[in-house]
C-alpha cells in the first residue's frame, strides 16, 4: 500500500441499509478527514480525527459516525443511508495534531448512490 | 458565515496563461491551499500561501493577500493536462479548511 486507500470504490445502497466505508493510510499521519463531494458545492467536513483515539464533528455530521483505533484506519459508518446521502466521499490525512499547516492527501473517493 | 467564491467555469487555450482568482471570508487564517482536480479523481495538492506574495513552482504560481482576501493560481504554457477543476481552500482559525467549489478550466486547442 502506497498513500490513502478506500472501498469500496463504488456503491449502490438501498435506503435504510448501514454502510461502512473504509479508509486506510501506511504515511502514518496522525491526522485524517472525512469530506463528502457533491456537484456545485466545495468538498464538506463530516469528521476528522487529530490523533488515533479522538474525532471531531466537521460541517455536516448528522447521518455518520466515525471512529479510529488505530493510526491508520478511519471507518466511516451511515447507520441508516438516505438518498440525500448519495455522494463521492473522500477520506483524506495529514501529519498535522490540528494547529498545523500540513497538506492534506486524499484517497481515490467512494462513489456511493442512495437509492 | 465562512465562504470562498471563485468562477465557476473558465476557458484558455493551449500555450497561453490563465489566472484563477479566489477570494475569502474565514474566522480567522492560518493559509490559502490551490489543489487540482481531474474528472473522476481525488483532488492532489498544488500549493499553500500564508505571507503575501507570490510563489513559483514551474508552470504553476500561486499568490496571496492578506489584507485583501484574495488569492490566485497563475497557470503558464498551458497542456491540454491542465484541463481539471482548481479547488481553493482557507485555514481557518480552527486549522480546519474551507473550500470553495472548485474552477472547471477547459483548454482547447
Known amino acids: 500500500i502506497a498513500g490513502i486507500t478506500q472501498a469500496p470504490t463504488s456503491q449502490i445502497l438501498a435506503a435504510g441499509r448501514r454502510m461502512t466505508l473504509r479508509c486506510t493510510q501506511d504515511m502514518r499521519h496522525n491526522a485524517m478527514y472525512w469530506y463528502r463531494q457533491d456537484l456545485g458545492l466545495g468538498l464538506r467536513l463530516i469528521h476528522y480525527s487529530n490523533t488515533a483515539g479522538t474525532t471531531g464533528k466537521g460541517e455536516v455530521p448528522d447521518g455518520y459516525s466515525v471512529s479510529r483505533a488505530n493510526t491508520d484506519d478511519f471507518p466511516l459508518t451511515l447507520a441508516s443511508a438516505v438518498p440525500s446521502q448519495t455522494s463521492v466521499y473522500f477520506c483524506?490525512?495529514?501529519?498535522?495534531?490540528?494547529?498545523?499547516?500540513?497538506?492534506?492527501?486524499f484517497g481515490p473517493g467512494t462513489r456511493l448512490t442512495v437509492l | 458565515g465562512q465562504n470562498i467564491d471563485q468562477p465557476t467555469e473558465m476557458t484558455a487555450t493551449e500555450g497561453a496563461i490563465v489566472q484563477i482568482n479566489c477570494t475569502y471570508q474565514t474566522s480567522g487564517f492560518n493559509g490559502l491551499f490551490w489543489y487540482q482536480q481531474h474528472a473522476g479523481e481525488a483532488p492532489t495538492f498544488l500549493s499553500y500561501n500564508v505571507l503575501d506574495g507570490l510563489e513559483e513552482k514551474g508552470r504553476f504560481s500561486s499568490f496571496l493577500s492578506r489584507s485583501k482576501g484574495y488569492s490566485y493560481l497563475l497557470l503558464k504554457e498551458l497542456q491540454m493536462k491542465d484541463s481539471a477543476s482548481y479547488l481553493c481552500a482557507a485555514l481557518d482559525s480552527n486549522y480546519q479548511l474551507i473550500w470553495g467549489a472548485g474552477t472547471k478550466l477547459i483548454i482547447k486547442p
Open positions: 483524506a490525512s495529514s501529519d498535522s495534531t490540528g494547529g498545523g499547516t500540513d497538506t492534506q492527501y
